[in-house]
């Protein structure tokens, strides 16, 4: 396996690598999803005997390579020749004052930073999927980087449940147990950040309530079975294959991110499903979870939305697959209560059709109930304050509206300073029915 390749590798186990092929590993994964610059960013792991691998300073993070890696200990002698990033100071001072944490990263995307300079936290309490994991986001005021001073004031931010942290026009910072939560984390923060900022431009945006948040169920669902198939087809091998390499897509293209997302498909007598706590951008065919007769076979737990997927197939004999996703250009609209005009083109009217907007909740306590909206008509659903569900006749035509979903969110937010979308006319859209709807 190349460690540090541009693309990340379909059987990659990040965790069985050295600690600087971790750093430039999920480097070069922070720079390829765009939330970092060539030369910003740093990321550090403590191993025993409290010696410190972190990122070097002036050194290409798109390219960045083990041998770079700067090895130091919590005092900052160092143990190689490499120069470590200016921000070490901080770094250190985190795994001096807090025994538990074993990794850090910091970097600068674009919606964290935009929150930063105007002195706000990405809520938490946009998504159930980002409340899950993470409970709390502090703010840090502004220190010169590199100084004792931004040191302090971060060590001071990060305790207990609170273990990220916004840097006043600065940045963000993720402390945790390995390199791989530090991501996870620092991703789906950014991913509220965005569908803020987005969202900021429908008008108010609507954040989950208490009694909203002890709707959520936790942990991954109890299901019959976990039992093990003796022989796997040519067919559903080949089905696996497709699905993994367009779960990697939707992740690709952020629809997904590391903690959410799912895919399942029919097959045979029952459907396949992508699992539970499962990095979306390294899920492997072996992964997929089988559910027959509400009997799961797999060794990996179900996804949460597992109820939801075997609600739409129950209902719905002609649907083939299903799609849950939380794309940042939808969500706004989710999260926002403003209902999607899918009306901008001849190919969004057609692929999507009516998206109908559901009040939160249901997908929880009621699954039949969301099922119950999904027709010709409604391929698509939106749930407020949670994701958009795409159906198709075929694991392509679900993806497929998906990804147009996304598209025509992106039209219509991009349309609003030049005075908002005019969709197409009535006539028009009258012609399109007669000719594609069936």
């Known amino acids: 396996m190349t460690v540090c390749s541009r693309a990340l590798p379909e059987a990659a186990n990040p965790q069985q690598l050295t600690s ?13 999803r765009g939330m970092t610059t ?34 130091t200990n919590l005092q900052g002698d160092m143990h190689n020749d490499c120069t470590p990033s200016s921000e070490a100071p901080f770094h250190l001072e985190i795994y001096r004052r807090h025994r538990g944490i074993r990794s850090v990263l910091h970097a600068h995307p674009v919606g964290l930073v935009a929150l930063s300079v105007n002195r706000r936290t990405p809520n938490v309490m946009i998504l159930p999927s980002v409340y899950r994991v993470c409970s709390d ?25 609170r273990i990220a942290a916004i840097l006043e026009n600065h940045g963000a910072v993720v402390a945790g147990e390995n390199i791989g939560r530090c991501f996870t984390i620092f991703e789906t923060i950014e991913t509220a950040a965005k569908i803020m900022l987005k969202a900021a431009q ?11 948040l002890e709707l959520i169920p936790t942990g991954a669902p109890a299901i019959n079975g976990g039992e093990t198939r003796h022989r796997i087809s040519d067919a559903e091998r080949s089905l696996r294959i497709k699905m993994t390499g367009l779960v990697i897509r939707a992740y690709e293209q952020s629809f997904f991110v590391s903690s959410m997302g ?47 997927h075997a609600a739409i197939y129950e209902m719905n004999p002609r649907i083939k697959s299903v ?6 250009n939808v969500m706004a609209f989710a999260v926002t209560g403003h209902r999607m005009n899918t009306k901008s ?4 009217y057609v692929l999507l059709r009516e998206i109908e907007l559901l009040p939160f909740g249901a997908q929880y306590s ?73």
Request: contains cysteine.
């Open 366 to 438: 009621d699954p039949p109930a969301v099922a119950a909206h999904i027709s010709n008509d409604t391929p698509l659903v939106i749930i407020q304050n949670d994701c958009i569900i795409s159906t198709g006749g075929s694991l392509l035509e679900a993806f497929d509206r998906l990804e147009v979903a996304e598209f025509n969110a992106r039209f219509e937010l991009s349309s609003i300073p030049f005075g908002g979308m005019k969709g197409l006319s009535k006539s028009q859209q009258m012609e399109l029915r007669k000719r594609y709807f069936s």
């Open 345 to 348: 083109t001849p190919e969004s």
């Open 38 to 71: 060539t030369s910003g960013g740093n990321i550090s792991i403590r191993e025993e005997k409290d010696l410190v691998w972190i990122s070097p300073t002036g050194t290409d993070k798109g390219v960045l390579e083990p041998h770079q890696v700067a090895l």
């Open 20 to 32: 600087a092929e971790q750093i430039c590993w999920y480097m070069r994964r922070l720079y390829g």
């Open 262 to 308: 799912s895919i399942s498909c029919r097959f045979g007598d029952g459907f396949l499903l992508t699992p539970h706590g499962v990095d979306r951008a390294l899920v492997v065919p072996s992964d997929l979870v089988y559910f027959e007769n509400s009997v799961q076979y797999g060794d990996r737990p179900a996804s949460r939305s597992f109820a939801l």
């Open 137 to 161: 986001v502090a703010f840090v005021p502004y220190a010169l980087p590199g100084s004792t001073d931004l040191a302090d004031k971060i060590v001071s931010a990060i305790s207990g449940n």
């Open 202 to 212: 429908l008008g108010n945006i609507h954040y989950l309530s208490t009694d909203e």
């Open 323 to 328: 799609i849950v996703a939380q794309p940042p």
